[in-house]
């Protein structure tokens, strides 16, 4: 079982930047990837950057360019930096590792970006 605890979302204004965090608790050893995925007003769940343990980057063409994921040193936590932030940019986000073979998905609670015009 792994916990996800994301943190450093808030009220931006557009060209800003934000850096969201997320801690992993729990049985840490078996993650493989771990992501940031968001979900608009009205819209569903949609991918965002994601890194793997060999820290391989996948990027949303929509982000690419601005943000950046990164681990920690510990590999128990992931970070999101957002930069020239649009107000389009404005989601919930949340927090994705995946474990195991089978790829067992777990989520955090998310945190709130809001970017202002």
């Known amino acids: 079982q792994v916990q996800l605890v994301e943190s450093g979302g808030g009220l931006v204004q557009a060209g800003g930047s934000l850096r969201l965090s997320c801690a992993a608790s729990g049985s840490i050893f078996s993650i493989n990837a771990m992501g940031w995925y968001r979900q608009f007003l009205g819209k569903q769940r949609e991918p965002v950057a994601a890194i793997t343990s060999g820290g391989t980057t996948n990027y949303a063409d929509s982000v690419k360019g601005r943000f950046t994921i990164s681990r920690g040193n510990a590999k128990n936590a992931v970070y999101l930096q957002m930069n020239s932030l649009k107000p389009e940019d404005t989601a919930v986000y949340y927090c994705?590792?995946?474990?195991?073979?089978?790829?067992?998905?777990?989520w955090g609670q998310g945190t709130q970006v809001t970017v202002s015009s």
């Open positions: 994705n590792a995946e474990t195991g073979l089978a790829r067992r998905g777990y």
